[in-house]
């Protein structure tokens, strides 16, 4: 199910940075991303996706990053919906081609290459932007 929003449409509250550069940061990501979602009422399948999609970004930011990075993770608020979005920075070399990195099994690094595409396509909403200087993507996943 696709679920598309504008920005001004929603309200947001921030709940937590994370910071992620070593591969032990993910396991605490995912237990605390995973019990805000319970808390509000995100079903199994919505969760995993979720959850899936946070470890893509955490590990994307351990192996493609020199110093990691930051997820911030706030909950949205819109009518009768109830989003999670996972806001990923990093200050890395930055993505050359996103239209290859949305391509399933384009890797630069000898991975599957399943990971960017993958969460694109769990998530409800996907945005990414890159330059020499970092990389920002911003995903969320509503539980409507």
């Given at each position: 199910m696709s679920f598309t929003l504008s920005q001004k449409e929603y309200s947001s509250n921030v709940k937590f940075l994370l910071k992620i550069n070593q591969e032990w940061h993910i396991a605490r990501a995912r237990y605390q991303v995973k019990d805000l979602a319970l808390k509000h009422g995100f079903g199994q399948i919505n969760l995993a996706h979720l959850i899936t999609s946070l470890s893509e970004l955490s590990y994307n930011l351990v192996f493609h990053t020199n110093n990691g990075g930051t997820i911030t993770?706030?909950?949205l608020?819109?009518?009768?919906?109830i989003g999670i979005q996972l806001?990923?920075?990093d200050d890395g070399p930055g993505i050359t081609s996103i239209k290859?990195?949305?391509t399933d099994g384009f890797s630069t690094n000898g991975g599957l290459g399943g990971g960017l595409?993958?969460?694109?396509?769990?998530?409800d909403e996907f945005n990414i932007e890159s330059s020499s200087k970092g990389t920002q993507i911003s995903c969320i996943k509503w539980n409507v």
């Open positions: 993770v706030s909950l608020f819109c009518q009768d919906a806001l990923c920075i290859d990195a949305l595409p993958g969460t694109e396509r769990l998530m």
